[in-house]
């Protein structure tokens, strides 16, 4: 059988210029700040969260637009979704963050 290595992390799109974060249960400041260095070296971050992390990716999006990019970015747009599943329904949140 033949082995597949595959990239692990943040998902990125080769003909754009943005990067995908999947915003989890880590401190908030720190993922900010993360995304603060992503979002230097790139014009469009996408921020996704599911279920009980969407509150840290509104977040992590209100921290970087209003308190440490004050007029050099702005939220795109805001996508929301519901995942059904067996038994359970899951909540998806996708936020464009957009350098100016």
Do not use: C, F, H, W
């Not at 033949?2 to 990239?7: A, F, I």
Request: charged share 20%; net charge negative.
């Amino acid at each position: 059988m033949d082995e597949v290595n595959e990239q692990g992390g943040q998902e990125q799109t080769e003909k754009s210029e943005d990067a995908i974060i999947n915003i989890g249960y880590d401190p908030v400041m720190q993922t900010a700040i993360d995304v603060l260095s992503v979002l230097g070296a790139k014009n469009k971050v996408i921020l996704r969260a599911r279920g009980n992390s969407i509150p840290n990716a509104v977040a992590v999006a209100n921290i970087i637009t209003e308190k440490m990019l004050i007029g050099n970015s702005k939220i795109g747009k805001i996508t929301l979704d519901t995942v059904a599943g067996i038994g359970d329904m899951t909540s998806t949140v996708e936020i464009i963050l957009n350098k100016i």
